[in-house]
């Protein structure tokens, strides 16, 4: 396996990195994102979705678990946040599965809560906070 790096020095290098993320996951469409509260999960995930085009305003979907987004390309991201699932039912009463086999972008946050129903190919990506408050997004393949 290689791990794979893309260092974030300060929110102004931001852009830089969702183009340099989008470019080295290739074609992987499910992405779990792990990192404690307040790492930047939901700015990357912004980021991200400037960078495909999205035009809706990209906010953490804490409350509804899910938003939908429309890339410039007229293709959809599905934007998760698990954090409030406290039960694999929660998970699959939304109808988690057609999401994940929608062949759709789906960016998740808190997959810790869902682990167990996540397909074997979702891409995990860690964000480690380092001590100079830069961020660095990982991954191995």
């Given at each position: 396996?290689?791990?794979?790096?893309?260092?974030?020095?300060?929110?102004?290098?931001?852009?830089?990195?969702?183009?340099?993320?989008?470019?080295?996951?290739?074609?992987h469409r499910l992405i779990a994102f792990?990192?404690?509260?307040?790492?930047?999960?939901?700015?990357?995930t912004t980021a991200l979705c400037k960078c495909l085009g999205v035009t809706d305003p990209v906010c953490s979907p804490t409350f509804t678990i899910i938003n939908e987004y429309l890339t410039s390309e007229g293709q959809t991201v599905f934007h998760f946040d698990f954090y409030r699932i406290s039960k694999l039912s929660e998970a699959?009463?939304?109808?988690?599965?057609?999401?994940?086999?929608?062949?759709?972008?789906?960016?998740?946050?808190?997959?810790?809560?869902?682990?167990?129903?996540?397909?074997?190919?979702?891409?995990?990506?860690?964000?480690?906070?380092?001590?100079?408050l830069s961020r660095t997004i990982w991954w191995e393949e």
């Open positions: 396996m290689q791990r794979i790096e893309i260092h974030i020095d300060s929110l102004s290098d931001l852009d830089r990195a969702a183009e340099d993320f989008l470019k080295k996951i290739g074609t792990y990192a404690p509260m307040g790492a930047g999960k939901t700015t990357f699959i009463d939304i109808g988690l599965e057609d999401y994940l086999y929608s062949g759709n972008l789906c960016l998740m946050e808190w997959p810790e809560n869902i682990e167990e129903l996540l397909p074997e190919e979702t891409l995990k990506v860690h964000i480690q906070v380092n001590p100079d």
